[in-house]
């Protein structure tokens, strides 16, 4: 979905270093989430934010942080990045309106720990 | 949010109607349930959502039964473009974060 957008959307980089991904929408919405996925797995919740002042974990947080920088803007880093994080990172906002919860995603960044 | 547990895996050829079941046994009186669909290496798309018996649009059908504990993603005359992965999600009126879990893979062949 173009009203998503994911920078970088590949990434290689080496064991130890900081990475940071970015994730800015264009939909207006308040709720802002990040998935990470392994080849041939599902999606796992990392952290999520439902508006700028809330940031909350996921089922998989450890060694991830995030920072809201603004309704349209939720950004990922990897402190210290490791070869098990790699896997295909994605971004989502949804607007929970009318007691559903519809979520739209971005394209995705890969990234490639070596 | 209530778990949710539908096959790993499903075979079909073209131009039939493909049925995949998910199963939610303590689903609340006032969720949802939704569905997407993933294709390779791209995001998970919506395509269809319900609370009760039937709904229909473009894309799919979703079936609900009157106990609710189950519901039934229907896609009819399928072709090689549907081979993606299916993900069922079930979603409070709390607004409780939606966990996809692994999904069912349909394989689609000609």
């Known amino acids: 979905d173009a009203d998503v957008t994911q920078t970088p959307r590949n990434r290689i980089t080496k064991t130890g270093k900081r990475i940071m991904l970015e994730c800015s929408q264009t939909?207006?919405?308040?709720?802002m989430y990040w998935y990470r996925q392994d080849p041939g797995l599902g999606l796992q919740l990392i952290y999520y934010?439902?508006?700028?002042?809330?940031?909350n974990k996921g089922e998989i947080s450890d060694g991830y942080s995030v920072s809201r920088q603004a309704q349209a803007k939720f950004s990922l880093s990897l402190e210290s990045a490791i070869p098990n994080q790699t896997a295909l990172y994605f971004c989502?906002?949804?607007?929970?309106?009318?007691?559903?919860?519809?979520?739209?995603f971005g394209p995705g960044t890969r990234l490639t720990v070596l | 949010l209530a778990k949710t547990t539908q096959p790993i895996s499903m075979d079909s050829y073209e131009g039939q109607e493909v049925n995949i079941t998910c199963s939610h046994n303590?689903?609340?009186?006032?969720?949802?349930i939704t569905w997407y669909q993933q294709f390779p290496s791209q995001g998970p798309r919506f395509i269809i959502q319900?609370?009760?018996t039937k709904v229909t649009n473009e894309v799919a059908s979703l079936f609900i039964p009157a106990d609710r504990k189950s519901s039934t993603l229907s896609l009819p005359r399928v072709s090689l473009s549907d081979t993606a992965v299916y993900y069922c999600?079930?979603?409070?009126?709390?607004?409780?974060?939606?966990?996809f879990g692994k999904g069912t893979t349909l394989s689609v062949s000609s």
């Open positions: 989502a906002t949804s607007d929970f309106r009318g007691g559903t919860d519809t979520q739209y």
């Open positions: 939909k207006g919405h308040d709720r």
């Open positions: 934010s439902f508006d700028v002042k809330d940031i």
């Open positions: 303590n689903i609340a009186t006032n969720d949802y």
């Open positions: 319900g609370y009760k």
């Open positions: 999600l079930v979603g409070d009126q709390a607004g409780t974060a939606l966990i």
